[in-house]
């Protein structure tokens, strides 16, 4: 069955025994988590791609830790995880592009 979202809540589900979402014990509750509201995953995406964009152009921001990450991201070590693999591979493109000549350093 598809697990409530809110039955672990606080709260607690608003529906009860007619919500059509699966209210019992789950080996693994934590799996069951909000997806952000498209505001922030729009926010999310801008400022990932001006903070690419900052690391295409100068990728020695990454290597001397002259890059400030949002505080939401900072905070999550997941998603910090995540964001640094991830301009850690804008940052190898970027070298690779002045390693062939293809754009000043």
Same mark, same amino acid.
């Given at each position: ?27 693994? &509750?934590?799996? *069951?988590?909000?997806? !952000?509201?498209?505001?922030? $995953?729009?926010?999310?995406?801008? #400022?990932?791609? /001006?903070? +690419? ?16 990450? &949002?505080?939401? *991201?900072?905070?999550? !070590?997941?998603?910090?995880? $995540?964001?640094?693999?991830?301009? #850690?591979?804008? /940052?190898? +493109? ?12």
């Amino acid at each position: 069955c598809r697990p409530c979202a809110f039955a672990r809540s606080p709260a607690g589900c608003k529906f009860g025994v007619s919500c059509n979402f699966c209210h019992l014990v789950t080996e693994h &509750p934590e799996l *069951v988590r909000m997806r !952000p509201c498209k505001g922030k $995953r729009e926010r999310f995406k801008k #400022a990932m791609a /001006a903070i +690419e964009q900052r690391v295409a152009e100068d990728p020695d921001l990454l290597v001397n830790a002259g890059l400030t990450l &949002p505080a939401y *991201v900072d905070r999550n !070590p997941q998603v910090k995880a $995540r964001v640094m693999a991830q301009l #850690a591979q804008v /940052a190898a +493109e970027a070298y690779r592009g002045i390693s062939e000549g293809l754009r000043s350093p």
